[in-house]
């Protein structure tokens, strides 16, 4: 076979040159290319694609919830300007809640002392706490006892809270006394 007939480059070197790879060449150049399903097949495949997303998405059955930030439901403004919350979820049987916590640009949450711990994540914003900024992404946790004090937003900020239940409900009252 001539150079010209041969569609794939030689080797530089003769010793490198592998006797097998021609004729391996050839028979993948004689394979026949796939076949797609018949065109029968196709249009019953294709009209079941589309009927599939002209439907509403199933439910994912029992045990599941669910709960977007951007939902205005259930938010409750705090006795503090420009901030509010919203409960996620309580379990007291497992002492956990999950909380939203948004505060606008410039709002002040006041100091407090925490009966429990408590872990935070930005969601999105900036917020400044314990001489730090915290941005989107950032999280944080702090322990039974400790003292949150000078708790800011710069642009405003939504993040989500991981607290005791029982915590949650004391503050709660707390504040509602207030």
Do not use: N
């Not at 592998?18 to 495949?45: I, Q, T, Y």
């Not at 314990?130 to 400790?146: I, K, M, P, V």
């Amino acid at each position: 076979m001539s150079e010209k007939e041969f569609p794939f480059p030689r080797p530089a070197t003769a010793d490198v040159f592998d006797p097998l790879e021609e004729p391996a060449a050839f028979l993948a150049l004689a394979v026949p290319a796939p076949r797609g399903p018949s065109p029968r097949v196709k249009a019953v495949l294709l009209a079941r694609a589309c009927a599939a997303k002209r439907t509403e998405p199933r439910p994912p059955g029992a045990g599941w919830r669910f709960a977007a930030v951007a939902s205005d439901e259930g938010w409750v403004a705090l006795p503090f300007p420009g901030v509010r919350m919203r409960v996620v979820t309580v379990d007291a049987a497992r002492d956990t809640a999950l909380v939203y916590v948004e505060m606008e640009p410039g709002a002040v949450f006041p100091d407090h002392d925490h009966t429990a711990d408590e872990r935070g994540l930005v969601l999105t914003g900036d917020l400044a706490m314990a001489g730090r900024q915290l941005d989107a992404g950032d999280f944080y946790e702090a322990a039974a006892g400790t003292r949150h004090e000078c708790i800011s937003s710069r642009s405003g900020c939504t993040g989500l809270l991981w607290l005791g239940a029982r915590a949650w409900r004391q503050w709660r009252e707390k504040i509602a006394a207030t």
